[in-house]
């Protein structure tokens, strides 16, 4: 079983523009609102490809109940914990021919809440796999991720991590399964811009001798590159199309990752669905669905 973890997921309130002007009241051609936070988007589209897993999210206030029957509304397998105070953010998606984004703070967590968190992932066995992904509240210790790994760390889980800056570096010592920095966010963990395939696969090597065990970034338009464990390293091409909402494909590339990783243990392969699925996401306007995955892998990776 996958147990994605999002501790400020949020609504995304996605807006579309045919222009957009500082200081004017601008217009929108059309709206929608979304579930969404990164251990959220990876669940989803986990479920898309059949792939047993429990999202475990904290939700507040009446934007997180909207949250809650968005989820139900899909049959998710979904365990909220709710926070006393705050709201569960609505993050601000804005389509006016490129993407621009405003994320919100999110709620305090506090540590009763945590410690629920931590009672549920008491249950986990040893095969399960554990995906952290997203940011928390400014106020929350940046050691939040690690303190979770470290309290897991004789249990054999595999964990994925997908955060930035110290969020990420503080667990690369206990090793987690999977890392995925996109290349801006690769990028800013060594004060660089990453821009080719080789300059990602270096930096990535690098963050796999400080404890990670495999490594793969998310390229946009370019694909990705795998640092594996086993010392290989893997590159792919994303599949070229009209993208329609970019929001979430690296989740859904991770999502693709760990399904066609558990499916056949295989990593070439498994880097060619995540590939696809992110991409896929990219070319619609929600999350992918399995039909739509497929497709592309066929066409473009089999
Ligand atoms: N313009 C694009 N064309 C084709 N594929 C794309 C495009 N953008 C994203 N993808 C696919 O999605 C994958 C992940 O994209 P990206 O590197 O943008 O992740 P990300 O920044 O983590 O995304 P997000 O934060 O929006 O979820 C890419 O490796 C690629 O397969
Ligand atoms: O603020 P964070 O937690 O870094 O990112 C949150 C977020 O941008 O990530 C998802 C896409 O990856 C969206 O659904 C969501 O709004």
């Known amino acids: 079983m996958i147990y994605t973890v999002t501790f400020n997921p949020s609504l995304d309130y996605i807006l579309d523009l045919t222009e957009f002007e500082r200081n004017q009241v601008n217009r929108t051609t059309g709206e929608k609102i979304l579930p969404g936070g990164k251990g959220i988007n990876v669940s989803i589209v986990l479920q898309n490809l059949g792939i047993d897993n429990r999202a475990i999210c904290f939700t507040s206030g009446f934007t997180g109940e909207a949250l809650k029957a968005l989820l139900m509304q899909r049959d998710m397998n979904a365990d909220f914990i709710d926070i006393a105070n705050g709201l569960t953010r609505i993050n601000v998606k804005m389509r006016c021919g490129d993407e621009t984004e405003v994320n919100g703070q999110g709620p305090e967590i506090k540590s009763e809440d945590i410690a629920e968190l931590y009672e549920k992932l008491g249950y986990l066995d040893q095969d399960d796999y554990l995906v952290l992904a997203g940011s928390l509240p400014d106020c929350m210790s940046k050691t939040t991720y690690m303190d979770i790994m470290q309290m897991l760390q004789y249990n054999n889980n595999k964990i ?18 999977l890392i995925k920095p996109n290349r801006t966010e690769l990028g800013n963990l060594f004060g660089v811009e990453v821009t080719t395939m080789d300059q990602a696969e270096m930096y990535a090597k690098q963050l796999q001798e400080r404890g990670a065990r495999n490594v793969l970034v998310s390229m946009s338009y370019q694909g990705a590159v795998l640092v594996t464990e086993d010392g290989r390293v893997i590159r792919a091409a994303a599949p070229k199309g009209q993208v329609k909402n970019s929001v979430g494909a690296g989740d859904s590339m991770l999502a693709g990752f760990l399904a066609g990783y558990i499916e056949r243990d295989d990593y070439e392969y498994a880097l060619k669905l995540g590939i696809c699925a992110g991409s896929a996401s ?21």
Do not use: C, R
């Open 282 to 302: 990219a070319f619609s306007e929600e999350l992918a669905t399995k039909e739509e995955i497929d497709t592309l892998f066929q066409t473009q990776m089999a």
């Open 160 to 177: 994925i991590v997908d955060a930035t800056g110290e969020l990420l570096t503080n667990v690369l010592p206990y090793h987690p399964f």
